[in-house]
């Protein structure tokens, strides 16, 4: 049974830094591409950063030099690095993992989900 578990998420203030986990079992890590979606209040979840193929990390531009995506293989571990946050980076955060190398914006692309995890930013 495959599971992705996120962790991290929490309130903080505008330009503070946090670190998301997502815990993978039943699927290894090394063995599908992973990815970061959120979803804000009142909107629709939409794509944060993901490893990908032939490039090997991409983000989204709302995100691109602030958050940093990076895994542990031997863990089955993914990470999000989220620096210099913003109010518009609150949403909750979702990991998810697909097998396909292409298409890593899309969330049909996406074979598991994780449950997510809330951050908060205040300003």
């Known amino acids: 049974q495959v599971q992705l578990v996120e962790s991290g998420g929490g309130l903080v203030q505008t330009g503070d830094s946090l670190k998301l986990s997502c815990a993978a079992s039943g699927l290894p890590t090394s063995g599908y591409f992973m990815g970061w979606f959120r979803q804000a209040p009142g909107k629709e979840r939409e794509f944060v950063a993901a490893?990908?193929?032939?490039?090997?990390?991409v983000y989204a531009d709302s995100v691109k030099g602030r958050f940093t995506i990076s895994r542990d293989n031997a863990k089955n571990m993914v990470y999000l690095q989220m620096n210099s946050l913003k109010s518009e980076d609150t949403a909750v955060y979702y990991c998810?993992?697909?097998?396909?190398?292409?298409?890593?914006?899309?969330?049909?692309?996406?074979?598991?989900w994780g449950q997510g995890t809330q951050v908060t930013v205040s300003s």
């Open positions: 490893f990908g193929w032939p490039v090997s990390t």
């Open positions: 998810a993992a697909r097998r396909s190398p292409s298409n890593y914006r899309s969330q049909m692309t996406y074979d598991y």
